[in-house]
């Protein structure tokens, strides 16, 4: 059976290897036991998407289940406008573009080209200071694109067993950090 990596996680797996874990083990349960206030609102930022509910226009992909075979991850879109080639990612918030967030816009982006789309700009949105931050595109910045795929290796690669985490401000910024058994708290 082929395994794949959900595009989520490839953001996640920067933050914690362990969280990845953490959330299969309580992702049947209720998020209440878990989630905190940024996850919270996360979600309900992601409400129109997930319902299809942002835009009646026709060009507009909402919520689609993608695909890369080529780098065997999955995962949803937020918005793509086929007549602009526009892939947007919408977050609640953001303070600074992590390599994590751009991983995921690759991952997307790969999926459509594989599924036929001619995808032409990425970008960011983040819907509480209404701002966009335009991202280079993976011919554009083959530094990044060679990072995403060191990423995706790496997580095919890792030994949880044997991951220990340094950064203690990952820890406590952790939605998981009390149920960890190796925290740096």
Known sequence: METYILISQLNDFIFCPKSIYFHQLYGGYSTRLYHDTPQIEGKAAHKAIDIAGYSTKKSILQGLEVYSQQYGVCGKIDLFDTELGLLTERKKHISTIYDGYVYQLYAQYWAL???????????????DTNRVYPIDLPADNPQMQTKFEMIIEDIRTCDIEEYRQTNVKKCRNCIYEPLCDVSLC
């Not at 080209?113 to 819907?127: C, P, Q, T, W």
């Open 113 to 127: 080209i594989e599924m036929g789309h001619d995808v032409r700009k990425l970008r960011f949105y983040s819907s």
